[in-house]
């Protein structure tokens, strides 16, 4: 399966209030499946690209609802162990006007967090993969989570895989176990060539303070050799349905920016980020020019705002059409 893109997290069932009510305002939930890594396995899917997906999800009805849901957007999901355990939740609570979005998790001792190490192989994850991607979210799942996101980012670096990592700071999940997160993902960054992070990211993980982004980017390259490439959203609030996104990706000697998009009417932003990364992923694999593929991912995640769920349903004609700033009127 030379050139496809591998990505290793956990598989979750998110829960979420109806519209923009808060948990159990009324006495239901509307069900999903998400997951950051499997959000840009199954945009990558569905932009054409060779995507896989591995993970360890519950031997249950739920897991098997989660490996179905992935699949029928085209993802590989032959390397999804199933285990004893429950599968993880998160909890979603939708702002609206001036207040903000929550999430609340439920992952102590899933199926993933608890056996992540012992059933993931790394040769067999990598075998055929051009590129790893892997987010800051799975080693915060615990130590089990961790070890493995560990051993596959290493075992690429020596296979001659690239490492895509998202940084994903996730403060709620690295309290519940003390893990260190800051040194646990700079060892991730190191052997990472591609890197979703930004000047808070980079100030977290080095425990160092810039003036600015540029600096703390510039500092970020002197720190882990290997890095190639980093990408940032900047993301502008007039309020939770109103807002602004523009990206910008950054080598050793260049930057290139992107155009700004106002966004009107916000439906849902979880997997916005996600939906960057596999947009700028698709664009490296397709052998885009850097501005073109910059373009391509923010148009991307555009898009996802659109879109109820963590999954960006959408494809790349559709990606097109926005980047080209396409009309609004009913397409018949």
């Known amino acids: 399966m030379a050139g496809s893109v591998v990505c290793f997290g956990e598989l979750l069932i998110r829960l979420s209030g109806p519209g923009h009510e808060r948990l159990l305002q009324s006495p239901r939930l509307d069900v999903a499946i998400g997951g950051a890594e499997a959000n840009v396995a199954v945009c990558l899917a569905r932009f054409g690209n060779q995507a896989r997906m591995a993970s360890v999800v519950a031997d249950n009805d739920l897991g098997q609802a989660a490996i179905a849901e992935i699949r029928k957007h085209g993802v590989d999901t032959k390397l999804v162990r199933q285990t004893k355990g429950r599968m993880g939740l998160y909890f979603l609570s939708q702002g609206a006007v001036s207040r903000p979005s929550a999430v ?10 608890n056996s992540a190490a012992d059933l993931t192989n790394p040769a067999d994850v990598l075998d055929g993969a051009e590129w790893l991607h892997v987010s800051g979210v799975t080693p915060a799942v615990g130590p089990q989570a961790s070890k493995a996101a560990l051993a596959l980012v290493e075992a690429a670096s020596q ?174």
């Not at 609340?104 to 967090?113: E, G, P, T």
């Not at 882990?224 to 990706?249: C, D, K, M, N, Y």
């Not at 849902?268 to 991912?297: K, S, W, Y």
């Open 159 to 332: 296979a001659g895989v690239k490492v895509s990592f998202d940084g994903n700071y996730r403060a709620q999940l690295w309290a519940a176990w003390s893990g260190d997160g800051p040194a646990i993902l700079k060892q991730i960054l190191s052997h990472a060539t591609l890197a979703f992070i930004n000047e808070r990211d980079v100030e977290l993980i080095l425990g160092e303070r810039f003036a600015s982004r540029e600096a703390a980017l510039q500092r970020a390259f002197e720190v882990f050799p290997q890095l190639h490439w980093i990408a940032a959203t900047t993301r502008t609030l007039a309020s939770v349905t109103q807002q602004g996104l523009q990206g910008e990706l950054v080598s050793r000697t260049q930057r290139f920016v992107s155009k700004e998009h106002e966004l009107s009417g916000v439906v849902d932003r979880i997997g916005a980020g996600d939906a960057f990364a596999a947009g700028l992923l698709h664009g490296l694999l397709a052998g885009h020019e850097p501005q073109a593929a910059l373009e391509f991912a923010v148009a991307s995640a555009v898009i996802k705002h659109s879109i109820p769920g963590d999954f960006n349903l959408t494809n790349v004609q559709e990606v097109s059409d926005a980047m080209a700033g396409g009309g609004l009127d009913v397409r018949r």
């Open 104 to 113: 609340l998790y439920d992952r102590a001792d899933s199926a993933f967090a």
